[in-house]
């Protein structure tokens, strides 16, 4: 009974411990932000391993997530005779809801899994340790920029992912299942609000906020060897979907 | 510690004279734990100023965290590690990056930057640390290239590299920014013969060249005796040994001989 409650207890002062280390290390990295140097070139480069690299993938998967929201949406308000409602249907789902979280989670699979791994690697192998040795900061040298690529690139892969689900939703409604193009559209326009956009981005700027922070963190601080990194990896990817979803929550209870 | 031989055996080129009395870098009674295990047990070492000095010992002796002390890479649990007579290790993060400006640094496996290629890998410290102009920077870089026999290389990246010419680049990038000390932390492990001696030599012939202090960690027993001014030998975490390397030779200290003959019988038994 005592081992038991000393096994949660450990459990728990660990889970504490990590919190702490992980509210410093992003306190660590944000704080360097406003300072120079700014490196707007890393920055750049982040950008373009975040964002553009990830656009095959999420526009991929919007497609198919439209497409299916047009299936499901049609075959559903048909029972209401209420097919005219699709576009609203589709729209409201990819802004609100599933382009954020659908977004977040790919990019955690492909490039924060990847930051993860990088950054690790670049701890087994001494380099992190070299920096230290040059006098240069690793914490400001390697996270801000990763941070403010996923800030940028999350939100920016969010607003493809809406665009890209609803064609395929209209793909759908209107050309195989014969929805009226004017009523998918004129239903979208008037139930669709500037604060289901806003409220949609804001969740992706605070999902690219978790995914890079929880990934920097893992990779950073690598266990030993391959297989420490490879620990580390999966870990981040995990916890960075498990956050991106409870967070989701949250923030539609808030922002709602 | 006495001097050593006034003519450097292997390069046959004549030592430095010191500029004072004064070693750059103590260790005083420095203790260290790590994972349940004290690797420093109260350290005490002095490294001379503008001399070559070997350290050497066991694998898991703490060698190499012995010289991360002395860059402040790792903080003593007790004792202090005094660099020109500061504590650096109880400096602030950035009175210690200030202090670091002085050393330069060769990792075990080079820890050069994958993405980054040769020349961006000699560069990088300049690019970061200094005001320097890309054309200075291009001068340096080139010079310091074509020191470690490199000049080709410049535009590959570090998986193209062979181990030899992966230790070389770190070393130009160690001492691009002409630190006064540079930290070796086992630069010709795993390493054919020949490439071994021709990475000692050029530390060598650097050495004489710019005169730098210089550590080394090294597991060339018997020949790091010909290549070093000063040996230290570490074992359990305490210093056994730490003079000249040619009085370290006829030592009479039973591990010390054991290690140099690499006798698998006397005071360490590892089987």
């Known amino acids: 009974m005592l081992s038991l409650a000393e096994t949660i207890g450990e459990r728990i002062l660990l889970a504490i411990r990590n919190m702490g280390r992980m509210t410093i290390f992003l306190y660590a990295a944000v704080a360097t932000l406003p300072f120079p140097p700014y490196r707007v070139r890393r920055i750049v480069k982040q950008v373009h391993f975040i964002g553009a690299k990830s656009l095959f993938v999420i526009v991929l998967t919007a497609a198919f997530t439209g497409m299916v929201l047009g299936l499901q949406g049609y075959y559903t308000l048909r029972k209401f005779g209420s097919e005219g409602l699709l576009g609203s249907a589709v729209a409201l789902s990819l802004i609100r809801e599933l382009g954020p979280v659908l977004s977040a989670l790919m990019v955690t699979g492909r490039a924060g899994s990847a930051l993860t791994a990088e950054i690790g690697i670049m701890r087994i192998g001494e380099q992190i340790e070299s920096l230290e040795s040059m006098g240069i900061d690793p914490v400001k040298f390697l996270i801000p920029p990763r941070l403010l690529g996923a800030i940028v690139s999350v939100p920016l892969l969010t607003a493809i992912f809406d665009v890209v689900g609803i064609l395929g939703g209209y793909v759908v409604g209107v050309k195989l299942l014969g929805v009226n193009a004017g009523v998918f559209f004129g239903q979208m326009e008037a139930s669709v609000e500037w604060n289901d956009v806003a409220n949609g981005l804001i969740k992706s700027l605070v999902f690219g906020l978790i995914i890079a922070w929880v990934c920097t963190f893992k990779g950073y601080f690598t266990g030993r060897g391959a297989e420490g990194v490879s620990q580390s990896t999966t870990s981040a990817v995990v916890l960075s979907s498990v956050l991106v979803l409870v967070g989701d929550y949250f923030l539609t209870s808030v922002l709602l | ?271």
């Open chain 2, 1 to 271: 510690m006495s001097d050593p031989s006034p003519i450097c055996e292997p390069c046959g080129l004549e030592t430095l004279p010191a500029p004072d009395g004064e070693p750059v870098i103590r260790l005083v009674n420095v203790e260290k734990t790590l994972d349940g295990k004290k690797v420093l047990d109260g350290v005490n070492l002095d490294i001379p100023r503008q001399r070559i000095t070997a350290i050497i010992g066991l694998s898991g002796a703490g060698k190499s965290v012995m010289l991360k002390h002395m860059i402040g890479l790792i903080r003593p649990e007790r004792g202090q590690v005094l660099v020109d007579g500061v504590d650096i290790s109880r400096l602030s993060r950035e009175e210690l990056y200030k202090v670091r400006r002085r050393f330069g640094m060769l990792f075990q496996g080079g820890a050069l930057f994958d993405s980054l290629t040769v020349y961006e890998n000699v560069a990088f410290p300049l690019r970061e640390k200094t005001e320097l102009g890309e054309g200075e920077i291009r001068e340096r870089v080139l010079s310091r290239l074509a020191q470690v026999g490199l000049e080709g290389a410049q535009g590959k990246f570090p998986d193209e590299l062979s181990g030899g010419m992966v230790r070389r680049v770190a070393f130009a990038r160690a001492m691009v920014t002409d630190p006064e000390i540079i930290l070796f932390d086992e630069p010709t492990t795993g390493l054919d013969p020949i490439i071994r001696n021709s990475i000692l030599n050029l530390i060598c012939h650097t050495y004489h060249q710019h005169g730098f202090t210089m550590v080394m960690i090294s597991h060339d027993i018997p020949e790091i005796f010909l290549w070093s001014h000063y040996v230290v030998v570490l074992h359990d975490g305490k210093v056994v040994e730490a003079a000249p390397a040619a009085e370290v030779v006829h030592s009479v200290n039973p591990f010390v001989q054991q290690l140099i003959r690499g006798d698998i019988t006397g005071p360490v038994h590892l089987m």
